[in-house]
């Protein structure tokens, strides 16, 4: 049960550059959340996706786009990367989004843009 | 405006010794709080929430109301207890969870 996969586990990129991170569950969970993280700072939400076919923007979603392909799959991208971008990204997802509703984490994506 | 502060970047303890991580908040509301914890080379992963009133690995932590607190406790240390903990509140009016920006823990042996 591989849980939540996030691919790439690495990447550079070069400013203005675009890419794609993609999250995959199989857990078949409801909720799925982006998250990055920084030095220094706890985890902050990009985007989110209460259920299959919904998604909104969290906390700091400026830069960012999103897609809930289907209700495994849940991928985050950068149209034109900036240096500010550069984090360390995690993927996560839960049953729902209740109270209590635990979340699963991918093993996170190092992101540096150049 | 809803925060979790986790006062202690790193703590640094002998293995048997007690631990507690800080963390308090600031929410207007009624307050669910978790700890999470990230191993080497591990995803992060819950550890304990505070609604469960359980003991995981050990580790204990009590809502502090009064005090807005919701530390994280262990008696005795053990050299596995070493990783990153963070302290998450959820915000019951769009159920995200507000992050910590955590704690290091290193048990010496």
């Known amino acids: 049960n591989a849980g939540v996969t996030q691919t790439p586990k690495f990447q550079v990129l070069k400013t203005g550059q675009s890419m794609t991170l993609q999250c995959a569950q199989d857990?078949?969970?409801?909720?799925m959340y982006w998250y990055r993280q920084d030095p220094g700072m706890g985890l902050r939400l990009i985007y989110y996706?209460?259920?299959?076919?919904?998604?909104d923007k969290g906390e700091v979603p400026n830069g960012y786009n999103v897609s809930r392909l289907n209700k495994r799959e849940f991928s985050l991208r950068l149209e034109s990367a900036a240096p500010s971008q550069t984090s360390v990204y995690f993927c996560?997802?839960?049953?729902?989004?209740?109270?209590?509703?635990?979340?699963?984490f991918g093993q996170g994506t190092r992101l540096t843009v150049v | 405006a809803q925060r979790v502060t986790q006062p202690e970047k790193l703590l640094s303890v002998f293995k048997g010794a007690p631990v507690e991580l800080k963390c308090n908040y600031s929410y207007s509301g009624s307050p669910e709080l978790f700890w999470y914890v990230q191993y080497s080379r591990q995803r992060l992963q819950l550890l304990l929430r505070h609604i469960s009133r359980e003991s995981i690995k050990g580790f204990t932590a009590d809502l502090n109301k009064g005090e807005t607190s919701f530390h994280l406790k262990k008696p005795f240390a053990q050299e596995e207890d070493s990783a990153m903990y963070y302290c998450?509140?959820?915000?019951?009016?769009?159920?995200?969870?507000?992050w910590g920006a955590g704690t290091k823990l290193i048990i010496k042996p």
């Open positions: 857990m078949n969970h409801n909720s």
């Open positions: 996706s209460a259920s299959e076919g919904t998604t």
């Open positions: 996560a997802s839960s049953v729902e989004t209740g109270i209590n509703a635990e979340a699963f």
């Open positions: 998450a509140l959820r915000d019951d009016s769009n159920y995200q969870l507000i």
